[in-house]
């Protein structure tokens, strides 16, 4: 994965596919326990030319943390900035697309609703696509009500007062000494409980990508220990920066509420659609959709769904 060295150490992970020419920019943020990796290219990227660049959030893998001296938002345009003086000349004609799936929807969010001074890129923003989505805790006043027992300890209401994230990473780093018990962590809250038409809709996804539910899974768990092996700061940021200043308030000003907004939510997803119709209801020109499956069933048609985010 390519990293980035920035003045005074700091480094940023990314990974990119497509076409590095193009105005075109799909940019996206996975969630928590990844490393921001392009294992397979979207059909949509080649097909319509597009240059798909995937980032790995402050913490994670080989990325820097936030300095204790900024914030998650800060930190984060920073780096994005940053990214893109590295790997465009011209940056006038960009046309970027901003994705993210669960976590990865708040620095979506957080780079879509930046101000212009902090981030002038961000009159380069044309769309953005949420998929079983956060919303900025600390607006949304009822975001508790969406949260599952096991979010609630996570990145509820105590998290702000208590150190539960840095208690729970320790709690967890025993599930990241192998990939079977990382793989069986992973079984455990999320791929068990498909039923079985999401196991169905697994298999497809599997076929088409050239491999199978069983690697799929092994995969995923090897990458989840890569976004471990040399820290849990990332983790730790994570109910921080859910409960930080994310840099905007709704309504979003005229300028920033003009591009394309996808805002997408399972019907079985233990996070619950509370906190996707919120943002569905706050964010202009905001299609709201829903989908059959659990937390991560958006995968199945993120090719689809990148078609109309562009379109």
């Known amino acids: 994965m390519p990293l980035l060295t920035l003045d005074p150490g700091r480094v940023v992970a ?3 596919d497509g076409d590095p020419q193009s105005n075109d920019v799909l940019l996206f943020f996975a969630g928590i326990f ?7 290219t979207f059909p949509i990227v080649k097909e319509k030319g597009l240059h798909h660049v995937s980032f790995t959030l402050p913490g994670w893998g080989d990325a820097s943390p936030v300095p204790p001296s900024s914030t998650f938002a800060e930190t984060l345009i920073g780096d994005i900035t940053a990214l893109f003086d590295h790997l465009y000349t011209d940056k006038s004609n960009l046309k970027i697309y901003v994705a993210g799936g669960s976590f990865g929807t708040v620095p ?10 902090v981030f002038p890129l961000g009159r380069n923003v044309a769309g953005l696509m949420l998929l079983a989505p956060f919303s900025p805790f600390r607006i949304h006043t009822d975001y508790a009500k969406s949260l599952s027992w096991r979010d609630w300890v996570g990145v509820g209401p105590l998290t702000k007062y208590l150190p539960i994230s840095s208690l729970l990473s320790l709690a967890m780093g025993s599930k990241f000494k192998s990939v079977d018990s990382a793989e069986q962590m992973l079984r455990q809250i999320l791929f068990d409980k498909m039923d079985e038409t999401e196991k169905e809709k697994l298999e497809a ?15 995923w768990a090897e990458e989840s220990m890569k976004s471990v092996e040399n820290g849990w700061e990332g983790y730790k940021q994570v109910a921080v920066a859910l409960h930080s200043d994310w840099g905007f308030t709704f309504p979003l000003d005229d300028e920033h509420a003009r591009g394309k907004v996808l805002i997408k939510a399972a019907n079985n997803d233990g996070l619950g659609s509370g906190m996707a119709k919120y943002l569905a209801q706050n964010y202009a020109n905001a299609e709201f959709v829903t989908c059959e499956g659990g937390h991560i069933s958006g995968i199945y048609t993120l090719n689809e769904d990148i078609a109309r985010l562009i379109s």
């Open 14 to 16: 990314y990974h990119q």
């Open 34 to 40: 990844s490393i921001g990796s392009i294992k397979h």
């Open 108 to 117: 979506a969010q957080v780079i879509y609703g930046a101000p212009f001074d």
């Open 205 to 219: 996804h599997c076929q088409k990508l050239g491999t199978t539910p069983d690697k799929f899974v092994k995969t």
